[in-house]
């Protein structure tokens, strides 16, 4: 079974071994990303949320052919704009290291970008409607689709993405947790995929929103270490792959940490969305999945596919 895991901070302290600024365990992500590997997990997308995050994100993202990444900024660490002290510059840079993670074939797209409303205590929303609708143009000029981030904001979120459509080719909503009505409004951009994770299936409600995306417009992920599929989730019943655990506080290599959400696990948010669309042939999906994700982030997958196969035809005849 071949998963693409969507989005993962690497970059966390949780996989240096570090809770609440507490050195809990080594630093285990060689473990970690070996578990992935073993669970079918063909790539990892590393997210960045900062400038210096990306920096950080990029150069895990060259430790390993199979690690990618993104560029850009959160919407709750927006403020960083200003807080630089000149806003051209650190968006120059973030222009910079986009060029140069592109030129190593690393850099797949412009994000985490998007709006927060949730947490407005980090970052006022007029500070995140600036630089929002600015990375846009960072996906303009990199050609690069979006890592989009919208949490009860759809209506703000919605207007700037209607008037950048001629800036980005393509990109996902991740990590959604909003209603149907979000849902269809986030639909109705023809350009626009919706990624799921535990956080989008917690509660009956979220799984029948869920069961309102449409196969070809899904993206699966973790975004880990955060947003684990719990016992306490509506769609606990339909997960059947496990993994032994152990708390931090007697951490084994083998085992994942209790409470710390892994790449690996990705394939329990496939069973869910699978159990919660009533989709029996559960390989398909993720074949139809990881297609998703190689349009939006991986095209030339898609391009050498088409090739293979048109040169099949053309050899068959």
């Not at 071949?2 to 600024?21: C, E, R, S, V």
């Not at 409607?129 to 949490?151: D, I, T, V």
């Not at 849902?183 to 919706?194: A, E, P, V």
Request: net charge negative; proline share 3%; with cysteine.
């Amino acid at each position: 079974m071949l998963l693409n895991a969507l989005i993962q901070p690497l970059t966390d302290g949780m996989f240096k071994g570090i809770y609440h600024g507490k050195q809990c365990h080594v630093a285990d992500i060689a473990a970690v990303l070996s578990r992935a590997w073993s669970a079918g997990v063909d790539r990892i997308i590393v997210t960045g949320g900062s400038l210096e995050e990306s920096k950080e994100a990029l150069a895990i993202a060259e430790t390993d052919g199979r690690l990618f990444c993104t560029v850009g900024v959160h919407p709750t660490r927006c403020g960083e704009f200003e807080d630089s002290g000149d806003p051209d510059k650190h968006f120059l840079d973030l222009m910079s290291l986009a060029k140069k993670g592109v030129a190593k074939g690393k850099v797949v797209a412009i994000g985490e970008c998007g709006l927060d409303y949730d947490r407005l205590h980090f970052c006022p929303s007029e500070i995140q409607k600036k630089y929002f609708e600015k990375q846009f143009e960072l996906a303009y000029a990199m050609k690069l689709p979006m890592f989009l981030h919208m949490r009860a904001a759809a209506e703000d979120f919605c207007d700037i993405l209607g008037r950048n459509m001629d800036r980005f080719g393509s990109g996902v909503a991740h990590s959604f947790t909003g209603s149907a009505e979000d849902r269809d409004k986030l639909l109705s951009f023809s350009n626009l995929y919706i990624g799921v994770n535990g956080c989008s299936l917690k509660t009956a409600e979220n799984l029948e929103v869920v069961k309102g995306i449409p196969l070809e417009r899904l993206m699966i992920e973790t975004d880990s270490p955060y947003c684990e599929i719990k016992n306490t989730h509506a769609g606990i019943n339909f997960v059947k792959s496990l993994w032994p655990s152990k708390k931090k506080e007697k951490y084994e290599q083998e085992c994942i940490v209790k409470g710390r959400n892994e790449p690996c696990l990705v394939r329990q948010v496939l069973e869910v969305v699978a159990g919660c669309k009533g989709v029996g042939d559960i390989e398909q999906l993720s074949k139809t999945v990881y297609h998703n994700t190689c349009r939006v982030f991986f095209p030339q997958d898609l391009d050498s596919a088409a090739d293979a196969l048109l040169s099949g035809s053309h050899d068959a005849k």
